[in-house]
């Protein structure tokens, strides 16, 4: 589900007894709140494995690369799922710090206790009720109760409740490479030096690595370099060719034919749409 056209704000709830894998690992310039009531699922955020249990919410902030996909071969699950823009977010810090409205978006996981379900769950179907609404006081209501979600979510994840994430060696293996790649994005990273970092043979890491993140290792390394490529054209006045090259990239017309195809237009049309300066 994406933020629908002309749309601030949206949320659905889905019950779902089918396997379900989103194919490919994304990401986009609004945010994603997913809360699961049943079931088991499991996000892969830019580059750390999050199992999710009833009662786990992911958040997922702008340009977050991530994938959800099956734990196991159970199929059941029920959820919620919100996205909203920064058009919203303004909205709802005309009375909330923006500051504690983002912070949850830092812990990407938080767990929500079973004593108080029943209550969070009762916001989340509130916020739903108003989102089907078209009166004057709609638009309102979504922004005190996303208000409340918020400031609940912030209270439970100083309780420190979040279960341990139980993942395999080769799994952790796949997590120190990505956050590897995250950090020495700009430097020359090969899928044989990277493979034999996990102790793994080139063709076993590959498919290993394209199970657990959803990604190809070429494709995963190209969308952090441009993720981080974004940044610096939104917050700096380096020229296109400068920032390719920080990013790792030798050629600036290579830079900018892998930019397009990720992130739908060119570098310089990116900039000024975006531009901060």
């Known amino acids: 589900m994406g933020l629908p056209e ?55 902030g702008k340009n977050d690369l991530h994938l959800t996909t099956m734990i196991s071969s159970e199929h059941y699950y029920e959820r919620y799922l919100m996205t909203f823009n920064d058009n919203f977010v303004d909205k709802v810090c005309e009375n909330i710090d923006r500051n504690l409205f983002l912070s949850a978006f830092k812990s ?25 609404k078209t009166d004057e006081y709609a638009n309102y209501l979504s922004q005190a109760h996303m208000s409340e979600i918020i400031i609940f979510l912030d209270r439970c994840a100083g309780l420190g409740v979040v279960p341990f994430d139980d993942i395999s060696v080769h799994e952790e293996r796949i997590q120190q490479v990505c956050k590897y790649i995250v950090n020495y994005y700009n430097q020359p990273i090969t899928l044989a030096e990277i493979s034999k970092m996990a102790y793994m043979s080139p063709t076993y890491f590959s498919k290993k690595f394209k199970k657990v993140t959803g990604f190809g290792f070429n494709e995963y390394l190209n ?5 981080m490529a974004t940044n610096m054209l939104i917050e700096t006045q380096y020229s296109v060719t400068e920032i390719a090259r920080f990013c790792g990239y030798k050629d600036s017309n290579y830079f ?14 990116y900039r000024k749409a975006n531009y901060t300066f």
């Open 108 to 132: 990407k996981k938080v767990h929500v206790p079973v004593s108080k379900r029943y209550a969070f769950e009762g916001l989340l179907h509130k916020l739903s009720a108003e989102c089907e």
């Open 6 to 60: 002309g749309r601030d704000l949206y949320i659905e709830r889905e019950e779902n007894n089918k396997p379900y894998v989103m194919k490919n690992s994304h990401m986009h310039d609004y945010y994603e709140m997913y809360y699961l009531m049943a079931g088991t699922r499991r996000y892969f955020i830019n580059h750390t494995l999050y199992n999710m249990e009833p009662g786990d919410v992911i958040l997922v």
């Open 256 to 269: 900018g034919d892998v930019f397009k195809k990720i992130m739908g237009v060119s570098p310089s049309k």
């Open 223 to 227: 969308n952090v370099r441009i993720k």
